[in-house]
């Protein structure tokens, strides 16, 4: 419990305290944008992940509070590691391919199969490798190292309902077929903000990885 109080803590002192604590963020690049979609490249990170079962809101709440122990202490050498953003849940099987056996990074992302299994992950700060990141005392947690990946994405605000997500899911359906694009795997959704941020304010995305770019 007190993780995930300090967690608490340590998230409302950054949207209360405002500018002068900056969350480190993952540095893609944008290679087309159009409104609220982008295709963008994104380089190698670490990740912290955690496989949960249950629907999104019970996944996302459960990867969360081990995810956020981790962050604050629960590991070697009970070190502290600073907040990245989103919070990203995804299917497993779009998390699993061509990463590396152990990784942490933020976003918190969040994937879902069939079978209600979803896995939610952090980026780890940058100022990390996998040799000086602290381990987890977590056996469930995985750090794992990505390859660079193109995706292509959706930015809303609002709640992160089922009904939202799909909803933007569809339009961003929509937008890889007019583009003529090749996707990969279940969608990943990213969450950018804490509850206490009201909806209008939030950063909500729905990615897609691009298998083929188009022509």
């Known amino acids: 419990m007190r993780y995930i109080f300090a967690a608490l803590i340590f998230v409302?002192?950054?949207?209360?305290?405002?500018?002068?604590v900056a969350i480190e963020k993952p540095d893609y690049t944008v290679v087309m944008s159009e409104g609220k979609f982008e295709i963008r490249d994104y380089p190698e990170m670490l990740l912290a992940e955690v496989k949960v079962t249950g629907d999104r809101d019970q996944a996302a709440n459960r990867g969360f509070r081990k995810l956020a122990a981790f962050i604050f202490g629960d590991n070697q050498p009970?070190?502290?590691?600073?907040?990245?953003?989103p919070v990203t849940q995804t299917p497993q099987e779009t998390v699993e391919p061509k990463s590396e056996?152990?990784?942490?990074?933020?976003?918190?992302?969040?994937t879902s199969d069939q079978n209600g299994q979803w896995v939610v992950n952090f980026m780890m700060p940058s100022?990390?490798?996998?040799?000086?990141?602290?381990?987890?005392?977590?056996?469930?947690?995985?750090?794992?190292?990505?390859?660079?990946y193109c995706t292509v994405s959706i930015r809303f605000s609002g709640?992160?309902?089922?009904?939202?997500?799909?909803?933007?899911?569809?339009r961003l359906?929509?937008?890889?077929?007019?583009?003529?694009?090749?996707?990969?795997?279940?969608?990943?959704?990213?969450?950018?903000?804490?509850?206490?941020?009201?909806?209008?304010?939030?950063?909500?995305?729905?990615?897609?990885r691009v298998a083929v770019p188009s022509n």
């Open 101 to 110: 056996s152990i990784a942490m990074t933020a976003p918190v992302m969040q």
């Open 12 to 20: 409302l002192s950054l949207t209360l305290g405002g500018q002068s």
């Open 173 to 208: 359906d929509r937008f890889v077929k007019e583009q003529g694009l090749v996707v990969s795997g279940l969608p990943e959704y990213a969450f950018y903000n804490p509850p206490i941020v009201p909806p209008m304010f939030r950063r909500n995305e729905v990615h897609y």
């Open 78 to 85: 009970n070190a502290k590691i600073a907040m990245t953003s």
């Open 159 to 170: 709640r992160g309902t089922m009904k939202n997500l799909k909803k933007q899911r569809s």
């Open 127 to 148: 100022e990390y490798s996998m040799e000086t990141l602290p381990r987890p005392t977590d056996d469930e947690i995985r750090i794992f190292k990505t390859e660079p």
